[in-house]
């Protein structure tokens, strides 16, 4: 876990909300669940690399359990083999489950128990978040977006604000969003990614503002993301708890494709709401960062497809590229959560100009 490196500079930002902040919202209860989550995702992620490397090096052997194979040489599977694994996979465990728990066999058993563990502890939150993002929720939060008055400032001022809301209830906390932003854009730097993508490293969660703003609780700004309006996967995390959500049962919203159609695009799917789908649209109105960049900010949480292969059928070709875009951060964000100190001052003139490269409007309406 990182430890604070408080700027020592103040926001000066346009207070327009109807409630002082700090009277709203404990941040670091955020915080703590994020984390969780957090781990959850390391944990499920080691796991699925284990599965699908099991399956790599068991194929000469069982050729006829996978679609087709990567070289012999790739230690990476690539896209489109993980894709037609999952899809194999999915078809095996309805056809013939003692045949695709084979993938998982050679799984170290203790890292199982582990992510166990660790999904004890998350588990209240996604039953919330799970009976609560409804389609209708959904549409409400985006019309409260587009018609409430919020704070108008720079994406710097927001990010020190962020940090400031998040710890301000306990000035020892180890907790710094600002850290984990930097530690995010540093790790993404030092590996000579282009600019806006150090961008992206910087702000891809700044939309948890929406904490202090209008969100209903935690479930509606952290947490996995997934699309609303269709069935749910079975491979989101504790599937179970959707049969609490009112659209579970409701025949426009519970079949595979539901409001959408085959490849559509997840342009036009509509994502559980909470800081990914808030920061997107900011982006998307005030930046220039290329779609990938986009992508990135939109798809970060969106574990059950970049991670599990969950909606395939909802993608288009441009969404393969996207989902390229989304793996290559995603590493970022989940391991650079490193002890790690930065000097916020040192690095701020560094930041203050990338910002302004891509932010051309500089004040924004957040
Ligand atoms: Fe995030
Ligand atoms: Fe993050």
């Not at 710890?167 to 000579?192: F, G, K, V, Y």
């Not at 948890?208 to 947490?223: A, E, I, N, P, T």
């Not at 909606?311 to 989304?326: G, R």
């Amino acid at each position: 876990m990182s430890r604070i490196t408080k700027s020592s500079s103040s926001s000066t930002s346009t207070q327009k909300h109807s409630k002082p902040l700090s009277e709203k919202r404990q941040g670091q209860v955020l915080e703590h669940i994020d984390d969780e989550v957090l781990n959850v995702n390391v944990l499920r992620n080691n796991l699925k690399t284990q599965a699908v490397q099991a399956a790599t090096a068991s194929e000469t052997n069982s050729s006829t359990l996978l679609p087709h194979t990567p070289p012999k040489e790739t230690i990476t599977p690539t896209l489109e083999y993980e894709m037609s694994l999952q899809e194999k996979s999915d078809q095996l465990a309805d056809e013939n489950w003692h045949i695709a728990t084979e993938y998982y066999k050679n799984i170290d058993t203790k890292a199982f128990r582990q992510y166990e563990l660790a999904c004890d502890r998350v588990k209240s939150f996604y039953e919330e978040q799970h009976a609560k993002q409804t389609v209708a929720y959904n549409i409400q939060a985006r019309i409260n977006f587009k018609t409430k008055t919020r704070d108008t400032m720079t994406v710097w001022q927001a990010l020190e604000k962020l940090n400031k809301l998040l710890d301000e209830s306990d000035p020892d906390t180890e907790l710094s969003q600002i850290s984990h932003a930097l530690q995010t854009a540093e790790a993404i730097r030092r590996d000579n990614k282009p600019r806006w993508f150090q961008l992206v490293g910087l702000i891809h969660d700044l939309g948890k503002l929406l904490y202090f703003y209008d969100s209903r609780g935690q479930w509606d700004v952290v947490g996995d993301t997934f699309p609303v309006g269709c069935k749910f996967s079975k491979r989101i995390i504790f599937p179970d708890s959707f049969k609490s959500n009112p659209d579970f049962l409701n025949p426009l919203y519970n079949t595979k494709y539901g409001i959408y159609s085959k490849h559509c695009g997840l342009d036009k799917v509509m994502l559980s709401w909470g800081h990914d789908e808030y920061m997107f649209h900011i982006a998307q109105k005030y930046s220039t960062l290329p779609k990938e960049g986009l992508a990135m900010i939109r798809y970060h949480s969106f574990y059950p497809w970049h991670q599990e292969m969950a909606y395939t059928y909802l993608m288009d070709d441009h969404d393969k590229e996207m989902l390229k875009a989304v793996k290559a951060f995603n590493q970022y964000d989940l391991y650079s959560k490193i002890d790690q100190e930065y000097d916020v001052e040192e690095l701020k003139p560094y930041y203050l100009e990338l910002i302004d490269e891509f932010f051309p409007d500089k004040v924004i309406d957040f």
